[in-house]
């Protein structure tokens, strides 16, 4: 028996290769990058030859995981709570074309938003596709669910979704791993049509996933991850999702807690336990980590007339990641509040590295708008967003992957001209690369900057799937040859490029330029492996 000490993320990893996959893809975004990241780095992906790899956004890896169980093997793909929107077209799909071999859809959560957008809760997304929902409590759980579920989508030919939560993600415990389990055979459909979503077979497949929803309601009152712990004090009830429920036992150093306990690690819920619960405790208190997901279906789902707590009445915050501390007070329990942080230290907002590219490039465009009324610049999602803030200012939006450009037409389109996008290189291979063709199938009058550091520099320098393909992207869409350029982003360029951008801001039409360097971490990181292995030659 083989025990290992592993992040939540690295435990998924892990599960999934000893749970036989033969595929896996992703497209990185903090909490979930370090899943696939780890796939990569295994000795065991190589000898058991799976297929792990970036992919260009989080529809085209849900896609590509949904030919894999085509073909019979099993499948897993990753992402963060907002690249779920990304590929929502494939994901709410797969529940009608159901699965083959065995597919898996992990997505991580971020409540507090620690590094996203907002705070969207991915079980919402699992209910709107009528799927199973797994959600672990610890690292052991996630590990074991990933065996679980593929089993659970090969015996209902159904995807299954994993939600976890940043917290459980990016901490590490020990877990016990089971035995590898050999790889399916290719196989294919048995019926041929399955995959086929004409509307006539589109209806008879959805037909038959309502049929299903009372076997997986069935499999959820007798799955392990569902467990009603008995409680002497029946005053209250409480029901915990996820890491909750380690949330609730850290607040009982005995881990004795009193009352009646409904953990919940597998949706849709289990109706059984939840009716016991409710009619064996005078008040239900509901513990889960992200939206009142459970807390909303159990003021409508039965019909009782309990108080129920919760998100809903304020005895959790609505918003914002829950903690030991917000369980401890809705328990009316002393908190584990530590002590004021002194005045001596000071907040850290994060910065630009120093010797970033993008310094450069905004120093320059911002030279360029000088004359101009303030508020034209429309960025995206990465570290060119940091340009927000102090001493830039140099950004004036950022609201998803690949909004840079196509807000930027909106706005021209709306007579504000001009008007700059600014994307970096992989975002823009992301969900840019569209809003760009708008812009010149319309002659829309934008600038856009293509922010190009040959990597996805924000999730830590995975690679970036434009890399020596932007200026033929460009002309590909239809930008004129004469309005694209590749600028050097360093000191000594400033007046060259500031006054190529003044140009193009000029121009009626789309331009694009392309501000060109080697991320300052990813080139340290470089030299440094590179110095090493020139010393290992030498004494070799």
Not at 48 to 75: D, F, P, Q
Request: glycine fraction near 8%; include cysteine.
């Amino acid at each position: 028996m083989q025990k290992n000490v592993f992040l939540g993320d690295e435990a998924i990893a892990q599960g999934a290769m000893d749970a036989g996959i033969s595929s896996i893809y992703a497209y990185p975004g903090t909490p979930s990058t370090e899943i696939l990241e780890f796939v990569i780095d295994s000795i065991k992906t190589r000898r058991h030859s799976i297929h792990a790899a970036w992919c260009t956004n989080e529809k085209t890896a849900m896609e590509a995981a949904l030919g894999v169980s085509y073909a019979g093997k099993r499948a897993m793909v990753c992402m963060k709570h907002v690249g779920l929107n990304v590929a929502a077209d494939p994901f709410i799909n797969s529940a009608i074309t159901g699965a083959n071999g065995g597919l898996i859809i992990i997505a991580a959560d971020d409540p507090s938003m620690h590094s996203s957008q907002n705070e969207q809760d991915s079980r919402f997304y699992g209910k709107f596709a009528m799927i199973p929902i797994l959600e672990p409590c610890n690292q052991q759980e996630a590990y074991d669910m990933v065996f679980y579920g593929f089993n659970l989508s090969e015996l209902y030919g159904i995807p299954v979704l994993l939600r976890l939560t940043t917290r459980l993600a990016h901490s590490r415990a020990g877990i016990i791993r089971k035995d590898t389990v050999e790889q399916n055979e290719l196989h294919l459909p048995a019926d041929p049509r399955q995959f086929i979503l004409l509307p006539v077979i589109a209806r008879q497949r959805f037909k038959a996933l309502l049929q299903s929803q009372l076997s997986f309601i069935a499999e959820s009152e007798k799955s392990p991850y569902n467990y009603y712990f008995e409680g002497d004090n029946k005053k209250l009830g409480i029901i915990t999702a996820g890491l909750a429920y380690n949330y609730l036992l850290e607040n009982y150093p005995d881990r004795i807690v009193p009352y009646p306990i409904l953990k919940i690690g597998q949706y849709p819920l289990p109706r059984t336990k939840i009716e016991r619960i409710i009619s064996e405790c005078e008040r239900i208190l509901v513990l889960e980590d992200g939206y009142p997901f459970i807390e909303e279906m159990l003021r409508s789902y039965l019909n009782h007339h309990k108080i129920i707590g919760g998100r809903m009445d304020g005895s959790i915050p609505l918003d914002g990641e829950l903690t030991p501390c917000k369980v401890a007070t809705a328990l009316n329990l002393p908190t584990c509040e530590g002590s004021p942080i002194p005045s001596i230290v000071r907040p850290r907002p994060p910065s630009l590295c120093k010797g970033c590219p993008h310094i450069y490039s905004y120093n320059a465009l911002n030279e360029a708008l000088t004359g101009y009324s303030k508020g034209r610049v429309f960025s995206d999602i990465g570290c060119y967003t940091l340009g927000a803030l102090s001493p830039y200012h140099a950004i004036n939006t950022c609201v998803d992957m690949g909004a840079s450009i196509t807000m930027a037409k909106g706005a021209a389109d709306a007579g504000l001209t001009p008007v700059v996008a600014v994307i970096g290189d992989s975002t823009f291979a992301h969900s840019g690369i569209t809003g760009l063709l708008d812009a010149v199938n319309y002659k829309t009058p934008v600038t856009v900057m293509i922010l190009d550091n040959y990597t996805t520099a924000m999730t830590g320098g995975q690679p970036s799937a434009g890399e020596g393909k932007l200026e033929a992207i460009c002309l590909a869409v239809g930008v004129e040859k004469e309005h694209l350029h590749v600028l050097s982003p360093i000191p000594k360029e400033h007046e060259k490029n500031t006054e190529i951008l003044k140009k193009e801001l000029a121009y009626n039409g789309v331009s694009v330029i392309i501000p060109r360097r080697e991320c300052i971490q990813t080139a340290t990181k470089r030299l440094r492996e590179e110095r090493i292995e020139k010393l290992q030659k030498q004494e070799a």
